[in-house]
C-alpha cells in the first residue's frame, strides 16, 4: 500500500472469505424472503431500491430528453405530466425516503450500537413487504396508464379534474408510508433498548444520531401523510368535501397537511446522508469528528424545527401574510443547523491525515453540493425572493442539489464505504473514483443551469417552453447523459466486485466503529459475544493501541 | 426451567434485577406493575359518570363554555384512560416523554395551522 | 487483524464478559434470541406498541386538526348537523366502548395474575363490547343514509332548510331555525368529516377485533397466563387509544351545542 | 461533413440571438428584488468560497503525505458559536429584508387600477374595468399601479410575470392579490406555473406593457360597448338586488352605496374590511356576512352566477357612491311583492333593466 492511502487489505494470496457469514448461513430463495436478519433485510432493499432507482433514473432520462427541444414533441404533453409524477412518486417515496434508513441503516444500527439485530426482526421484514407492496401497486398503476397529478397530488386536480390512477398511487404511498413508519419505529427502539453495554449516547457514532433523527420524523410526520392521501382518496372516490371549494371544504388545508410530513420527509432524505459523511470523513482524516456534540444536536434541532417550517411551500397561495412571517423565521432558523454540520465536517479535516478513498471523494461532493443546495434553500425561505423564484426550474435545481448532490452522493459514498464489511470485497478503487468525478461533474452541467433557467423563470413541469430557454436545457441535458453514465458506473463494477473484488479483511479502512472489529460478512447474529464499550467513538488512538496489542500477541 | 421461569414471572417486584446495561436508564419500565382491579373498577365508574355529565352539560347553554367544558371533560377521562387503563401512571419517564412528544406535535399542527387560518382576515390579503 | 472478534475491547480492558445471564443459563421459550433479557424485550415491545400510538395521535391528529378549521367557519351548520346524530346512540356506545376497556383492563389484569379463564372470559367480553359498538354504528350510519346525510351519495340539505321536514329531529330541537342555503350546504362538509372521523375510528375497531378474536383463540390455549403478557399487554394499549379516539370524537361530533 | 457544419452553425446562431441569462427588469418591484436576490447571491458565494477553501486548503496542508499522524481535537466552543451566530444573523438580516419585499407585492396601493383575471384549464382570462376582455394576454399602461384580483374556476393556478418578479396563485373559491407598476414597454411572459394537468405547460400568455397613449388606443378598440361596473349595475338590477338593497331607510339589506374600502360590523359580533374577496364571498356565502342589524335573508347566488357575473357585480358595488341609479331603476320597474320566494337564475346575460321576476317575498322580515 503506498503511504497516501489507509487502506489495509490482508495478504490477497491467502485471504479467504469468512466461511460463516449471514450471506452463506442460508441458502435458498425463502431463507431469504422470510429472514429476519437485519442484514439480509438490508440487502433485499438495496437490490429493489436500486431496481427502483433505476426506473426513476430512466424516467428522469425521458423528462431530460423532451426539454431537448422547446416543443412537446418526444411526447404529448399528457405523457410528459405521468412520466414527471411518476419520476416524483417513485424517486421520494420509493428511493429518497427508504434509501440510507432502510439499506445503510438497516445493516448498520445493530452493528454500530453492538446489538444483535434489531429490536423487532418481523416487523422489519414486514416493512420491506410493504414496501414491495407500495412498489408494485405503483408500477401497476404506471403500467395500467399512470397518474398525472405530480408528486404532490395537489388538490382539487387530484380529487376532481385528472382520471388517472390517483386511488391506486394514493394508497400505494399510504401503504409505503407505513414502512417508512416501521423502518423508523424499529430504529428508536433499537437504539434505545439495544445499546450494548458501554454504548452510552455520546459514545454512539453520529450515523446512529443522524438516523434517530430521521426516525423522529418518519414516526411523527408519515402519519400526517396517510391520512392527508386517506381524505384524497376518500375524497375523489365518495366527495366528503373536506378538500372541495365547490363544497365548501378548503383546497389549502391539503396543503398544509401535506406539507407538515413533506417537509420533514426532506430532512428523512438528508439527515441519514449527514450521518454517513461524519463517519467517512471522519474515517478518512484519522479524526475525531469536530465538535461531536454539536453535530449529534444539529441533527436533533433539524428534527425538531423541521416540523415548524411548513408553510414555506405555500408562501404565494394566498395564506394569511402574517403567518408567512413566522414560518419564514422558523425556516431560516432551521437552516443554522445544516451550517453547523458543514463547518464541523470542513473542521474534521483541520490537522488530520486525509486521504483520498472514493468515499471521500463523494462526501467532498457532497459537502460542495449540499452547501450550495442549502444556501439555494434560504432564497426560498426568504418570502421576498420566494416570490419570484417558487415554482420555476429555480426550486428544481434546489431540492435536486439537496436531494441528490446531497443525499445520493451520501448514499453513494456510503455503500463505497460499506461495501467492503456487506460483501467481504472491495470495489475496484480506481474506477470509482472516475464515477465519483463524472458524477460530480454531470451533476453540475445538469443541475447548474437550471438556477439560471428559474431565475429567468421557466416554469417546473413544463413540456414545452419558450425558445430562449433552450440553450440551459440543452446543457442540462448533456449533463444528465453524462450523470447516468455516473450511475450507471457503480452499479456495474459493484456487482462485478461481488466476484473478482479483492478479499477486503476486516477493517479495511482502520475505522472505529464497532461494524469493523467484526469479520466482514458478519455473523447472522453480529457479535459471537456482545461487546463492551469502552472507548469514545472515533477513538483513532484506541484503535492502534489495539492493533499494537494484536500485533504483539500475534 | 420452571423456576428460572419464575424468577422473571411477571410479579409486581419478581425481576431479577439488574442484568443489564447499567448506563440505561429507563429500563426499569415497570411493565409488571399490575394494577389492582379496584383502580380499574373506580377509574371504569368514574369515565361512565363523566360520560354521563358530558352528555347533561351539552343540553345547558354555556356559550362558548360548552366546547370548553366538553373538551376538558374529555381530556380528563382520556387523562385517567392513559394513566391507569395504559398504566403511564406507572411506566417510565420514556414512555411519558412518549405521550408527550405525540400531544406535543399534535398541538404543533394545530397552532401553527391556525396560525393561517386566523390571521387571514386581518387587513387586505 | 484477521481474528479481531477476540479482541474487541480496549487492550486495558477486561477479559471480555459474557454478557447477560442468557448465555449461563437457558430462558424462557418466548424470549427473542436477539434480546439479552426477558425484562429488555419486554421494555421493547412497550416502547415499540408506544411508538406506534405515537404515529395513532398524528394519524388522527390530521383529522382532528380539519375538524377544528371548518367547525370554526361553518359553527351554524356544525351545530344542525350534530343534532341529526343520535346523543342516546352516541352516548350509549361511549358507555360500550369504556366498559369495553374496562374488561379490556381487567383482561391485562388476568394476565397478568395467570388467570386463564378470566382472562378468556374478559377477552370474549371485550370481543362482544366491540361488536356492539360496530353494531350501534352501523345503525346510525343506517340512518344518515336513510336521511340522504351521506357526502354526494344523493345528499340532500333538506333536513337543514326546512327543518319542518325531519319531525323526529325538529321536534327535539324545536327552536332550530331552518339555515340559509349558503350555510345548509356546509353541512356536507360536517358529515363528510363525520363520517372520515368515524370511519376511520370503526376501521381500527374492526382490526382490534379481528386481533381480540385470534386472542381469545390463543388464550384458551393458555397462551397469555404463562408469565409472557407482552403481547395482551400492547393489544391493551391498542384497545385503550381507539377508545381515547372516541372519548374525543364523542363531545365533538355529538355534542355541539345541544341547547335547543 | 459541409451539412454538418452548416447544421451545427444554424443552431450556433439560434442560439446566440435566442439566448437569455437573466430576465429583464420592467417592474418598480423587480430591481429591488434582484437587489437582495444578489445580496443572497453574494452571500452564498462567500459561504461557498468559505467552505471549498477550508476543505481544499485542508486537504492539501493535511494530506497523509504532509501530515502522516492526525492530532486529535475535540472541538471548540468559540468555534461553534462563530458558526452558529454569523449564518443566524445573515439569516435574520435576509428574513427582514425578503418579508419587506414580500409585503410590498402583496399590498396593493389604494390608487391602483383592478383588474381581474380568472384562471381556468388552461387559459387566462382578464376582465378589465372598462369591459375589455381578453385571454391568454394582458394589455397594462406604464408607470401605473396594477392590481390584478386573481381567481380560478377549477384547480389551483398561479399568475407567474418573470419580468416583473410577481406570481401569485390563482385558488379555486377565493380572490387573492397581487400588483405590480411596469416600468418597460414591452411583450413579456406570462406563466402559469402551479401544475394544472394536461396543458399546464400551454397557459402561458403575454403581457403587453403600453404607453399611455397606446394603452388608451387599445382600450378604445377593444372595449365590448360596456363597462365592468355597467355589466354589473344590470345584474344588480335583474338580480333584483336592488330591492333589498335600495339604500332607503327601512330597507330589508344593507346601503351598499360607498361601502367598498370601509369597515363593516357583522351580526356575529365581528368586524370586516370590505374589499373585493369580501363581495364575493358575501354574494356566494350571505349568510356568514350578515351586516349588523339585519337578519339572514339574503340567498345564496352560488350556482347562479358566472365567474365573470360576480366580477361584474363586485366591480359595480366598488363603484357606487351614490344610491340614485339604483332608485332609478326601481322606480322604472314594476314591483310585483307576490312573487315567488327566491331571486331567479336570471343570469347575466338576460340583461336589461327589466328584472322578470322580484325579491324574495316578503315575510316580515324587515330590518329590526
Known amino acids: 500500500m503506498s503511504t497516501d492511502t489507509i487502506v489495509r487489505l490482508p495478504d490477497q494470496s491467502t485471504a479467504r472469505l469468512p466461511k460463516v457469514n449471514f450471506i452463506t448461513k442460508e441458502n435458498g430463495l425463502l431463507s431469504w424472503l422470510l429472514t429476519g436478519d437485519h442484514k439480509r433485510i438490508a440487502t433485499l432493499y438495496l437490490i429493489s431500491i436500486t431496481f427502483f432507482f433505476a426506473i426513476g433514473g430512466a424516467l428522469a432520462g425521458l423528462i431530460r430528453l423532451e426539454l431537448l427541444t422547446p416543443q412537446s414533441d418526444l411526447m404529448s404533453t399528457d405523457t410528459y405530466n405521468k412520466v414527471f409524477s411518476m419520476h416524483g412518486i417513485i424517486m421520494v417515496f420509493l428511493f429518497l425516503v427508504p434509501s440510507i434508513p432502510a439499506t445503510l441503516g438497516n445493516f448498520l444500527m445493530p452493528l454500530m450500537i453492538g446489538a444483535k439485530d434489531l429490536a423487532l426482526p418481523k416487523i422489519n421484514l414486514l416493512s420491506w413487504y410493504l414496501y414491495i407492496i407500495a412498489g408494485g401497486m405503483i408500477l401497476y398503476s404506471m403500467m395500467t396508464g399512470g397518474v398525472d397529478t405530480g408528486w404532490t397530488f395537489t388538490v382539487p386536480l387530484s380529487t376532481h379534474y385528472v382520471n388517472t390512477n390517483v386511488i391506486t398511487t394514493g394508497l400505494a404511498i399510504f401503504v409505503a408510508g407505513f414502512s417508512s413508519v416501521f423502518t423508523g419505529l424499529n430504529f428508536i427502539v433499537t437504539i434505545h433498548k439495544m445499546r450494548a453495554p458501554g454504548m452510552t449516547w455520546f459514545r454512539l457514532p453520529l450515523f446512529v444520531w443522524s438516523n434517530y433523527a430521521a426516525s423522529i420524523l418518519m414516526v411523527l410526520g408519515t402519519p400526517v401523510l396517510a391520512i392527508t392521501l386517506v381524505l384524497v382518496v376518500l375524497e375523489r372516490a365518495f366527495g366528503i368535501g373536506v378538500f372541495d371549494p365547490a363544497k365548501g371544504g378548503d383546497p389549502i388545508l391539503f396543503q398544509h397537511l401535506f406539507w407538515f410530513y413533506s417537509h420533514p420527509a426532506v430532512y428523512i432524505m438528508i439527515l441519514p446522508g449527514m450521518g454517513v459523511i461524519s463517519e467517512v470523513i471522519s474515517t478518512f482524516s484519522r479524526k475525531r469528528v469536530f465538535g461531536y456534540t454539536a453535530v449529534a444536536f444539529s441533527s436533533v434541532a433539524i428534527a425538531v424545527f423541521a416540523f415548524f417550517v411548513w408553510e414555506h411551500h405555500m408562501f404565494i397561495m394566498g395564506v394569511s401574510n402574517y403567518s408567512t412571517l413566522v414560518f419564514s423565521l422558523l425556516t431560516m432558523l432551521v437552516a443554522v443547523p445544516s451550517a453547523i454540520k458543514i463547518f464541523n465536517w470542513s473542521f474534521t479535516l483541520y490537522k488530520g491525515s486525509i486521504t483520498f478513498e472514493t468515499p471521500m471523494l463523494y462526501s467532498f461532493g457532497f459537502m460542495g453540493l449540499f452547501t450550495i443546495g442549502g444556501l439555494t434553500g434560504v432564497f426560498l425561505a426568504s418570502t421576498g425572493t420566494d416570490i419570484h423564484l417558487t415554482e420555476t426550474y429555480f426550486i428544481v435545481a434546489h431540492f435536486h442539489f439537496v436531494m441528490v448532490g446531497g443525499m445520493l452522493m451520501a448514499f453513494l459514498s456510503g455503500i463505497h464505504f460499506w461495501w467492503p464489511k456487506w460483501t467481504g470485497r472491495m470495489y475496484p478503487e480506481k474506477i470509482s473514483q472516475l464515477a465519483a468525478l463524472i458524477t460530480f461533474i454531470g451533476f453540475n452541467l445538469t443541475f447548474f443551469p437550471q438556477f439560471i433557467l428559474g431565475m429567468l423563470g421557466m416554469p417546473r413541469r413544463y413540456a414545452a417552453y419558450p425558445p430562449e430557454f433552450q440553450v440551459l436545457n440543452v446543457f442540462s441535458t448533456a449533463g444528465a447523459t453524462i450523470l447516468g453514465i455516473g450511475y450507471l458506473l457503480p452499479i456495474l463494477y459493484l456487482t462485478w466486485s461481488l466476484k473478482y473484488g479483492e478479499i477486503a479483511g476486516d477493517n479495511p479502512w482502520q475505522a472505529t466503529g464497532l461494524e469493523w472489529q467484526i469479520q466482514s460478512p458478519p455473523l447472522t447474529e453480529n457479535f459471537p459475544e456482545i461487546p463492551i464499550v469502552d472507548y469514545e467513538a472515533y477513538d483513532y488512538e484506541w484503535l492502534e493501541r489495539k492493533e499494537k496489542e494484536v500485533t504483539r500477541v500475534g | ?125 | 487483524m484477521s481474528d479481531s472478534t477476540t479482541a474487541l475491547h480496549g487492550p486495558h480492558s477486561d477479559p471480555p464478559v459474557v454478557h447477560g445471564a442468557h448465555t449461563a443459563h437457558e430462558h424462557p421459550p418466548y424470549q427473542r434470541h436477539h434480546f439479552a433479557s426477558m425484562e429488555q424485550q419486554v421494555d421493547t415491545t412497550s416502547f415499540a406498541m408506544w411508538l406506534f400510538l405515537l404515529t395513532e395521535i398524528m394519524f388522527f391528529g390530521g383529522l382532528f386538526c380539519s375538524y377544528l378549521i371548518f367547525r370554526n367557519w361553518y359553527y351554524p351548520a356544525f351545530v344542525a348537523a350534530s343534532h341529526q346524530l343520535s346523543i342516546k346512540e352516541g352516548t350509549a356506545n361511549t358507555a360500550v366502548l369504556i366498559v369495553s376497556s374496562f374488561t379490556m383492563a381487567m383482561g391485562v389484569w388476568c394476565a397478568e395474575t395467570r388467570r386463564k379463564g378470566a382472562l378468556v372470559l374478559c377477552l370474549c367480553l371485550t370481543f362482544v363490547l366491540g361488536l356492539v359498538f360496530l353494531g350501534i354504528k352501523y345503525d346510525e350510519y343506517h340512518e344518515k343514509y336513510e336521511k340522504h346525510h351521506v357526502p354526494s351519495w344523493h345528499y340532500s340539505t333538506k333536513s337543514f332548510t326546512d327543518p319542518a321536514s325531519d319531525p323526529e329531529v325538529h321536534n327535539a330541537y324545536p327552536d332550530d331555525k331552518p339555515l340559509p342555503l349558503d350555510m345548509a350546504r356546509h353541512t356536507e362538509v360536517y358529515f363528510g368529516l363525520y363520517f372520515a372521523m368515524t370511519g376511520m375510528h370503526a376501521l381500527h375497531m374492526i382490526i382490534g377485533i379481528s386481533i381480540l378474536g385470534f386472542m381469545i383463540f390463543r388464550a384458551r390455549a393458555g397462551a397469555y397466563t404463562n408469565g409472557h403478557v407482552t403481547f395482551v399487554n400492547n393489544f391493551g394499549l391498542y384497545w385503550h387509544f381507539v377508545d381515547i379516539v372516541w372519548i374525543f370524537l364523542y363531545p365533538l361530533l355529538y355534542l355541539i351545542s345541544r341547547h335547543a | 461533413m459541409e451539412h454538418i457544419s452548416h447544421v451545427l452553425w444554424q443552431f450556433l446562431v439560434k442560439w446566440m440571438t435566442n439566448f437569455a441569462l437573466f430576465p429583464p427588469e420592467a417592474s418598480k418591484i423587480a430591481p429591488q428584488m434582484d437587489a437582495l436576490f444578489f445580496f443572497m447571491v453574494l452571500i452564498s458565494l462567500i459561504g461557498l468560497t468559505v467552505v471549498v477553501l477550508l476543505v481544499i486548503g485542508f486537504s492539501i496542508l493535511y494530506s497523509k503525505k504532509r501530515h502522516p499522524v492526525a492530532v486529535q481535537i475535540e472541538g471548540s466552543t468559540l468555534l461553534e458559536a462563530t458558526w452558529t451566530i454569523i449564518p443566524l444573523g445573515l439569516f435574520l438580516v435576509i428574513f427582514v429584508w425578503g418579508s419587506l419585499i414580500y409585503f410590498r407585492v402583496y399590498t396593493p396601493p389604494a390608487n391602483a387600477m383592478n383588474i381581474y383575471v380568472v384562471g381556468k384549464q388552461w387559459m387566462w382570462k382578464a376582465e378589465h374595468p372598462g369591459g375589455q376582455h381578453e385571454i391568454n394576454s394582458l394589455h397594462i399602461p406604464i408607470g401605473r399601479p396594477i392590481q390584478l384580483t386573481l381567481i380560478s374556476q377549477d384547480v389551483f393556478h398561479s399568475f407567474s410575470i418573470p419580468a416583473f418578479r410577481v406570481k401569485r396563485e390563482a385558488i379555486p373559491g377565493r380572490y387573492t392579490n397581487v400588483w405590480f407598476e411596469a416600468t418597460q414597454t414591452g411583450t413579456y411572459h406570462l406563466f402559469c406555473t402551479q401544475y394544472c394537468g394536461t396543458n399546464h405547460s400551454a397557459m402561458i400568455g403575454d403581457i403587453v406593457v403600453l404607453s399611455p397613449d397606446d394603452y388608451k388606443k387599445w382600450l378604445s378598440e377593444s372595449t365590448s360597448g360596456m363597462s365592468l361596473a355597467q355589466n354589473g349595475e344590470r345584474l344588480f338590477a335583474s338580480l333584483s338586488c336592488n330591492a333589498c338593497h335600495s339604500g332607503k331607510p327601512g330597507s330589508r339589506g344593507p346601503n351598499l352605496a360607498g361601502i367598498f374600502g370601509s369597515e363593516i360590523h357583522l351580526a356575529n359580533g365581528s368586524t370586516a374590511q370590505v374589499n373585493e374577496a369580501y363581495l364575493r364571498d358575501a354574494i356566494l356565502n350571505p349568510s356568514d356576512h350578515v351586516a349588523q342589524g339585519y337578519v339572514p335573508i339574503m340567498p345564496t347566488y352560488q350556482g347562479q352566477i358566472s365567474e365573470d357575473g360576480i366580477i361584474s357585480l363586485v366591480e359595480y358595488i366598488k363603484t357606487m357612491n351614490s344610491n340614485d341609479r339604483v332608485e332609478q331603476t326601481l322606480n322604472t320597474t314594476t314591483l310585483l311583492p307576490e312573487s315567488e320566494g327566491k331571486a331567479t337564475t336570471a343570469g347575466q346575460k338576460s340583461g336589461g333593466a327589466n328584472p322578470a321576476k322580484q325579491a324574495p317575498a316578503s315575510q316580515g322580515m324587515v330590518k329590526q
Open chain 2, 1 to 125: 426451567m420452571s423456576a428460572h421461569n419464575d424468577s422473571h414471572a411477571m410479579q409486581p417486584h419478581g425481576g431479577t434485577g439488574h442484568d443489564h446495561d447499567p448506563n440505561e436508564q429507563d429500563v426499569h419500565d415497570t411493565l409488571n406493575h399490575v394494577v389492582s382491579p379496584v383502580i380499574y373498577i373506580t377509574v371504569a365508574a368514574i369515565l361512565l359518570v363523566l360520560t354521563g355529565v358530558t352528555a347533561a352539560v351539552s343540553f345547558v347553554d354555556l356559550g362558548v363554555f360548552n366546547a370548553v367544558v366538553a373538551l376538558f371533560i374529555a381530556c380528563f377521562k382520556a387523562s385517567i384512560v392513559v394513566l391507569f387503563f395504559m398504566h403511564v401512571k406507572y411506566s417510565s419517564k420514556l414512555t411519558k416523554l412518549t405521550l408527550f412528544s405525540g400531544l406535543f406535535l399534535f398541538c404543533v399542527l394545530i397552532a401553527l395551522t391556525l396560525s393561517d387560518y386566523t390571521t387571514r382576515a386581518w387587513g387586505r390579503w
